[in-house]
């Protein structure tokens, strides 16, 4: 929770941000005539209403809880079928308790609790996970489960300034991490689209993907070390700027998904504040199956370029016009420099020259100036907007921010509208693009019966998130008609196709979103068969009776 306001029981968000049936019928209005498919929007199922097994467990009190809300919250993730089970009630498999730990000592409890009632425990930071990550489905269905929320335990405990390193506590949500940084001066400057509810230790165990399109965009990049709690002790490494002693321990932690221990706290490599911002939108004409050569030869160019732009996004025609970035007539590239105490237009210019020569058009683009605010997901400062129009990156960014809380809207619309995410290297880019986009298509014509064409035609689009010298990750977004209570195995059903897809075609099932339980099967084809020995052997080490979150990642 954040301060006394509660998470909703299903969908994103907080219970305050709840809207009123009668604003989804509103919003329909539009919807349905933009995609040319949907329903007069139903209504969620109330708490009230929702029908929960009983917990199997008898709550000791203190930290634990089998309060309703909290065992209904942490019962799903926030992937499409989770947001669509949840607004229907449907809440299987619910934690029998939920723990919420003040300090390490709290954790241990917690584990040894779990261990004397033979009970499985699912770490629980922001409750984001898109692939099952957190949803105590386990292969023994009558096993108990605790779920450990961390969010108690968010203070900034530290910070080095020499160094511009921080301590911070694992279960500081984004903006409240942000906040105690910015007092001090300084940022992290992660920020994935769930920051306004994910934690640090969600980011750090999923390996999630943030705010920076090159460069440091992964957790791993801003990580100086990690403490956690496992069944066998405690688990933590020495603080250093870089070693070359051995595998590193904090790389076993990064993306363990909980299996390994629960993550405590962590130093993290911080910055200063940005100052300077600019940002452009350069136009290019949409490729036959969404991506021009052109466009993405030049998204390439300036990756290898090694200018690195803080933002770096390829959005094709398609989902510029869902996201009303653009009205549909081009892909657009959105280019953006950030820097603390340096302009940044002559990279700027750089960048946007290499676009240019390729054979964009620059539709808007700023020129960096000192500023006093920053702007941030979920905030309202004003960094870097004094010389930027609403064209393109502005418009692209609050869809991107509100993209989570419209999917509920598209839920209680009898519209399927979920992402997938991958990466592959450029020499192979084009292909498997097409083969990927190819695939989706095909799977969700069959799967809805909807023409694959014109008028009423599912929507299959694609944006570059994050770009790297030698590959990108591709983001592909589904939106097509839903059939009324067949919604979670209509897109099962596509998701499987997508995912053979990205197999068959050498990419990786995940470049941000983690493995969970709903990826499994693709990351046992994609991990080396000795490598996953050798994490059951690890686990087998600090986990010897299998309690933190079985299933994820291993068997």
Request: a negative charge; glycine letters at 10%.
């Amino acid at each position: 929770m954040s301060g006394n306001r509660r998470l909703k029981h299903w969908g994103w968000g907080y219970e305050d941000q709840q809207r009123p049936h009668e604003e989804a019928v509103a919003a329909s209005a539009g919807i349905i005539p933009m995609l040319g498919f949907g329903q007069e929007p139903e209504r969620p199922v109330a708490l009230d209403e929702v029908e929960l097994r009983q917990s199997r467990l008898d709550s000791p009190g203190g930290i634990f809880t089998d309060e309703k809300h909290e065992r209904t919250v942490h019962s799903l993730g926030k992937a499409y079928r989770d947001i669509v089970r949840g607004f229907y009630g449907q809440f299987d498999n619910p934690p029998d308790l939920v723990a919420f730990p003040e300090d390490e000592a709290g954790v241990e409890e917690v584990l040894q609790r779990a261990a004397d009632w033979g009970a499985a425990v699912i770490p629980f930071g922001g409750g984001t996970s898109v692939c099952g990550g957190i949803e105590p489905r386990l292969s023994d269905p009558d096993r108990p489960v605790v779920s450990l929320d961390t969010t108690r335990m968010n203070r900034l405990l530290e910070v080095d300034e020499t160094s511009l390193a921080a301590r911070i506590q694992a279960g500081a949500r984004g903006p409240e991490l942000e906040e105690q940084l910015k007092a001090r001066g300084l940022t992290l400057r992660h920020f994935p689209q769930s920051f306004e509810y994910a934690t640090l230790g969600g980011w750090l165990v999923t390996r999630a993907g943030g705010h920076f399109a090159t460069g440091e965009t992964h957790v791993d990049d801003l990580t100086e070390s990690i403490r956690a709690i496992t069944p066998a002790g405690e688990w933590e490494s020495r603080r250093l700027p870089g070693s070359g002693a051995g595998p590193s321990p904090d790389r076993m932690l990064l993306g363990s998904e909980g299996i390994l221990g629960v993550v405590t706290e962590a130093w993290m490599r911080v910055r200063p504040r940005p100052d300077f911002k600019a940002t452009a939108t350069v136009e290019f004409p949409p490729g036959d199956r969404g991506f021009s050569e052109a466009a993405t030869g030049a998204v390439r160019l300036i990756a290898q370029s090694r200018l690195m732009p803080s933002n770096l996004r390829l959005i094709d025609s398609s989902e510029a016009r869902t996201t009303m970035a653009g009205d549909g007539s081009a892909t657009l590239l959105i280019i953006g420099f950030e820097s603390s105490g340096q302009p940044v237009d002559d990279r700027m210019d750089q960048a946007v020259a290499i676009a240019v020569a390729e054979g964009g058009r620059v539709a808007s683009q700023s020129t960096s100036a000192p500023t006093t605010g920053q702007s941030e997901p979920g905030g309202s400062g004003n960094a870097g907007q004094a010389n930027t129009d609403e064209a393109g990156s502005d418009k692209w960014r609050s869809a991107f921010l509100m993209a989570p809380y419209m999917r509920d809207t598209f839920v209680a619309c009898g519209v399927i509208a979920e992402t997938f995410e991958t990466a592959i290297t450029w020499d192979r880019f084009a292909d498997y693009h097409r083969n990927v986009i190819e695939a989706t298509r095909k799977s969700v014509a069959e799967v809805t019966g909807a023409p694959s064409e014109g008028e009423g035609a599912p929507r299959v689009s694609c944006r570059l998130t994050h770009v790297y010298p030698d590959g990108a990750a591709p983001y592909f977004t589904v939106l097509a008609p839903a059939k009324r209570g067949s919604e979670v195995a209509q897109w099962d059903e596509i998701k499987a196709a997508a995912s053979e897809a990205i197999e068959q075609n050498g990419g990786t099932i995940t470049h941000h979103h983690a493995v969970g339980r709903d990826h499994r099967p693709w990351y046992d084809q994609q991990r080396p068969d000795q490598f996953a020995a050798a994490l059951k052997a690890a686990k087998s080490a600090v986990d010897p009776d299998n309690l933190l979150n079985p299933g994820v990642l291993i068997d």
